[in-house]
């Protein structure tokens, strides 16, 4: 554990030395946090670094589609009613940023760890989890990413015999395939609101029969295991029955299925759920997300959707109509080039706020508006929209880089 003699070899030291000193300069320069190039570098001069500073955690890995990040804020909060936690609070999710956040934890006990999906099952191979938590998985950046089975099938594969607590949404059949071929699973019902990617069994490829909240498969019999927790209204239910009300300052029905996730995670290191979902009420913004900013005599509140199941649950966020909205939609790298998705997101539902369409592919955006038949106006960027929003706060609805964009211009 903590304490014990230094794990790190010279050349690991020189590495995490190397690692931050490169980080500092890009900082320095003004080119973000410095903590992706750092652990580029780190893991350059030391391959087996990440794997090395893991050595004295009890490591707990958060993947999903959407709520990562979110999700990772409210464990971390909650495990350190139990002692000290390094965590990748910003979303760098991928090994480099992920070495460089466990570089700067040498005195924790727990390293709580975001990972994108993609490389979840090779940083489990390095960190040894005690703890792995599986949120949910739709589509998403759909050049990069393969479609959301053999996603699920990777999980699988790379997590069978894995000593990990897995801590996995019973109500996702793709979560469920992926978390079933591990030995210790603990069963969360947290809720499936997009359902579009779970029509047909993983297992089998059959049709998924969905009578009310359970969901079976009529051919093969794979059905939604029994969960030990559940999400119920503001309430988590725990393995006993008892029902610990939930109390966020962020909003909305994931941010609670969120929690209900946490305080089962924390639950496994022995933090009660009392204390563990006190603990989450301290978060208030992740990362700039649900923050209330002001920007040209105007309160706009900031809010992050990635992908069709990350717009449906926004939408039941924002405030009822005619509250304006403005969308900003990009298609750079980290978003995934292919906008194809904007058309499995249901706009009528903005029906009746003025909307206003910004970002480079707000012409992509301005096609599926009109299609839905919506009322919006394009503008050529966030001074114009705010601008020409009529009065109220305004709900700003962007995807990720589009997102960045923003909070770089609103000074958040």
């Known amino acids: 554990m903590a304490g014990n003699s230094d794990p790190l070899t010279p050349r690991a030291k020189l590495a995490v030395t190397a690692g931050k000193a490169v980080a500092a300069a890009s900082r320095a320069a003004g080119r973000g946090s410095g903590s992706v190039i750092g652990g580029k570098v ?16 009890d490591v707990i890995l958060v993947s999903a589609t959407n709520g990562k990040t979110t999700t990772t804020r409210l464990i971390a909060e909650a495990l350190r009613a139990a002692g000290p936690v390094v965590s990748n609070a910003l979303g760098a999710n991928m090994p480099a940023g992920i070495t460089s956040a466990l570089a ?3 005195d924790a006990k727990f390293g709580v760890i975001e990972v994108d999906e993609k490389y979840l099952a090779g940083v489990a191979r390095d960190t040894d989890p005690k703890c792995i938590a599986l949120l ?8 990069r990413a393969a479609e959301t089975r053999m996603l699920a099938e990777n999980w699988r594969e790379g997590l069978a015999g894995s000593k990990a607590v897995i801590v ?7 979560i469920v395939w992926a978390a079933s071929s591990s030995p210790n699973v603990i069963w969360v019902a947290a809720g499936q609101m997009w359902k579009d990617d779970a029509w047909s069994c993983p297992s089998c490829g059959g049709v998924m029969q ?12 794979f059905r939604r295991p029994t969960p030990s927790w559940a999400l119920s209204g503001d309430h988590v239910l725990d393995p006993h029955g008892s029902a610990w009300p939930i109390h966020l300052q962020l909003p909305g029905r994931a ?16 933090v009660p759920p009392q204390v563990g979902l006190e603990r989450m009420y301290q978060v208030q913004a992740v990362a700039g997300r649900y923050d209330v900013v002001q920007f040209m005599q105007r309160d706009l509140r900031l809010l992050l959707a990635k992908n069709p199941a990350g717009w449906l649950e926004t939408f039941s966020l924002i405030d009822p109509p005619p509250t304006p909205v403005i969308l900003s939609v990009n298609a750079r790298g980290a978003d995934g080039t292919d906008t194809s998705w904007l058309w499995d997101v249901d706009y009528t539902q903005l029906t009746g706020h003025p909307i206003f369409v910004i970002g480079d ?33 305004i ?3 962007a995807n990720y880089t589009a997102f960045q964009d923003l909070r770089r211009r609103v000074g958040n």
């Open 42 to 57: 780190a893991l350059k001069l030391d391959p087996d670094l990440l794997a090395r500073l893991a050595q004295h955690l």
């Open 104 to 106: 700067g934890g040498s």
């Open 136 to 143: 949910n998985l739709s589509r998403d950046q759909l050049d």
């Open 168 to 174: 996995a949404n019973a109500d996702d059949p793709l």
């Open 210 to 221: 969905r009578p009310g909240d359970d969901w079976f498969c009529g051919q093969c019999g």
């Open 255 to 270: 941010n609670k299925s969120n929690a209900a996730t946490s305080a089962a995670v924390a639950a496994v290191f022995g």
């Open 361 to 393: 592919r707000k012409l992509d955006l301005a096609v599926r508006l009109e299609v839905a038949n919506q009322h919006f106006q394009v503008c050529e960027n966030a001074d114009q929209a705010v601008q020409m929003a009529p009065p109220g706060r």
């Open 395 to 397: 709900e700003v609805i």
